[in-house]
């Protein structure tokens, strides 16, 4: 990096520096408000992340060029500025909760609050990020994660400085950087849930900060010059992320380039420049600005809380009101809470050891909750607790589902069920409609004392011949068609005489809503469309069914379960806990079939005596709907997935047809 030899300058407000905070906090707010109007409003965070490093980084130069940098005054700055917001909108939430959360809601709340109090939410969160995993909506904390990666940044951050500073070794930082984007660029493609919230493939963004802060300070003559420059280019390089990023990319990857470096010309550009002179530095930007901070905290709990209360779904006029009350709280929070504890003139330790003393024991009331389970004990939560304890899956999960098959060159790639001294007799696979099957899997085998093989992958169809099309990471990871042959060759290799092919049907072929579609091809170059996700659907199974019956195995094919129109624990703020009131929002039979109509057509056209199909339709429906919850207790751990009891239920129509053709 550049030579210190020109003094650092004294350091000023930045009123446009405020405005970007503005931009970037409405386009976050905005993206988890409105997501399908504003889809690429996430890249807020990275614009933030730029503007931390500059800004924090421009502090650390300057202490350290004066020969006055202290480590313990750093960090305390760091407990003053995030910690008073933070234990405010955390307690409220702990608080809110205890009123308006179940008791698996109230202990995953607990959790993350015992994370965000530790700054470890980015790692809760990757641990988390599973198929069956609670969606984001639901999680009042899941923001955090960004302020986690910042501290875990500037944990490291001043110490490396000061490092590089004594040494004169400053090149070292872009070598850093360089390595913590190429960690980012190969995780995006390998998992981009690892690249999404792993620390080192985020803090290159902090970095590039960091970066303009050392040339700002030091060296800055030569981008005087070309100010307009900078600017046209940081406008067109954010303009162009809004326009083109969308969660459907590969995220940080090389697009995280056009928010980071548009944010890095933006603030080089300088506070004259006309866009930041004019726009950025504008009152009501700059105001925004000033509780960007708050308002971030206070937005997505608010959001979360509603679309709980609400069975999932809040309309625009109620998320507007929300966003409004996010703005009014984050104005208080900075007007009543932050400033009169940054702005005291007796900045004592006590102030210090206060605010730590809260955040641990903020924390430890986060992991109580954790450890007792969400006190489902709570008033509020008894009338649904036995309700409640039902939506439950199997928890062989992390054992028989999602393992790197593509890769592995070891026997790990199925799990057994069963007794496994006994010579297994049916090898089972699917999507996570098998795995919700498990239960029932489990029961016949130690029923009947037989070994079942189990494998399966989220939006993998258990047919030979087709992909997935989710996604370009998933195809590489979770290779559908890769698996399907693996367990055919298995099958062949080791005289299994019969497999049970388990899938959720109309994920495929459009029977659910549009948006929730998992399209598949016989040819992954092959467009993808609804159309020929059909055609695929019905070539590929075709072909297996002829595969199997070609080496003498039989073909037993689950139908798909109901698709229920609301989750259980939406369902349960809906009704009065009883099953008559559970079962008022169940699907109906006539919804249930019309759903089913594409695939069943397609069984239907198939005459061969080796392909047995085993409906549920007798137990999971009757005349009129296809009930949510019988005897207290709830058939289904979501909309679609059979919980522990559902799969239970089923088990008698199961265990039957394994008998007959076994």
Not at 349 to 358: E, F, Q, R, S
């Amino acid at each position: 990096m550049l030579s210190t030899t020109k003094k650092f300058p004294s350091l000023t407000y930045r009123p446009d520096i405020d405005g970007l905070r503005a931009i970037a906090v409405l386009s976050v707010v905005g993206f988890h408000a409105f997501p399908y109007y504003i889809p690429s409003g996430f890249i807020g965070v990275d614009i933030f992340f730029v503007i931390s490093g500059f800004l924090i980084s421009s502090i650390i130069f300057s202490k350290l060029d004066h020969n006055n940098f202290s480590i313990v005054d750093f960090y305390a700055r760091r407990i003053r500025r995030i910690f008073p917001a933070l234990l405010t909108v955390m307690l409220t939430c702990f608080i809110a909760g205890w009123f308006f959360l179940l008791a698996e809601e109230y202990k995953q709340l607990g959790k993350h609050i015992a994370g965000g109090s530790g700054f470890i939410s980015n790692f809760l969160l990757w641990e988390e990020s599973g198929y069956f995993d609670n969606i984001a909506e639901t999680k009042p904390m899941l923001h955090l994660w960004s302020l986690a990666i910042e501290e875990q940044f500037y944990i490291g951050w001043p110490l490396l400085l000061i490092f590089l500073w004594q040494r004169q070794v400053h090149y070292l930082c872009i070598i850093i950087a360089i390595i913590s984007f190429a960690t980012n660029i190969y995780f995006v493609n390998y998992n981009p849930i690892i690249a999404f919230y792993f620390p080192i493939s985020r803090f290159w963004e902090m970095m590039i900060g960091g970066l303009l802060a050392w040339v700002k300070l030091y060296d800055y003559s030569w981008a005087k010059k070309y100010k307009n420059i900078q600017l046209i280019l940081g406008i067109i390089l954010l303009v162009f992320g809004f326009i083109f990023i969308n969660k459907n990319q590969k995220f940080p990857g090389y697009w995280a380039l056009l928010p980071t470096f548009g944010s890095f010309f933006l603030i080089s550009a300088g506070p004259n420049a006309f866009f930041n002179k004019k726009v950025l530095s504008s009152k009501i930007l700059t105001w925004v600005g000033v509780i960007s901070y708050p308002l971030y905290l206070w937005h997505w709990p608010l959001l979360t809380f509603l679309r709980i209360i609400e069975g999932g779904y809040i309309d625009h006029k109620i998320t507007t009101y929300a966003i409004f009350s996010s703005i009014i709280l984050a104005w208080a929070t900075y007007r009543f809470v932050e400033t009169p504890i940054r702005s005291s003139k007796n900045k004592k330790l006590k102030d210090l050891i206060i605010l730590t003393v809260l955040m641990v024991i903020v924390g430890f009331g986060g992991f109580s909750c954790y450890q007792n389970k969400g006190y489902p004990l709570r008033q509020y939560n008894v009338r649904y607790e036995s309700y409640s304890q039902t939506i439950k899956r199997t928890d062989r999960a992390t054992e028989c589902f999602d393992i790197p098959f593509a890769y592995s060159t070891t026997g790990n790639w199925f799990c057994k069920i069963g007794n496994p001294q006994s010579p297994p007799v049916i090898f089972a696979y699917g999507d996570s409609h098998a795995l919700s099957l498990i239960p029932a899997l489990e029961m016949y085998a130690q029923e009947n004392n037989k070994t079942i093989l189990f494998a399966g992958s989220s939006g993998c169809p258990p047919l030979i011949g087709v992909q997935s099309m989710r996604g370009e990471a998933d195809i590489k990871k979770n290779n559908c068609q890769k698996l399907n042959e693996r367990i055919f060759q298995y099958v062949k290799k080791n005289n299994i005489k019969t497999v049970l092919l388990i899938g959720r049907w109309t994920y495929y072929t459009g029977g659910t809503a549009q948006e929730d579609l998992n399209f598949i091809s016989k040819d992954p170059l092959e467009s993808i469309s609804k159309e020929n996700s059909c055609r695929a659907f019905e070539y590929g199974l075709d072909k297996t069914i002829k595969s199997y019956e070609e080496i003498g195995v039989k073909v037993l094919l689950v139908e798909d379960n109901p698709y229920q129109p609301w989750a259980p624990k939406n369902v349960l703020r809906k009704s009065k806990g009883t099953d008559s009131s559970i079962n008022q929002l169940a699907v109906s039979t006539l919804d249930h079939l019309k759903t089913q109509s594409f695939p069943l057509n397609i069984f239907n056209k198939i005459q061969t005596k080796n392909f047995i199909r085993i409906n549920f339709d007798s137990i999971l429906c009757n005349s009129n709907f296809c009930p949510l919850a019988i005897g207290g207790k709830f058939l289904y751990f979501d909309n679609d997935h059979l919980s522990i009891e559902g799969a239970k239920l089923v088990y008698p129509i199961l265990n039957k047809s394994l008998l007959k053709n076994n």
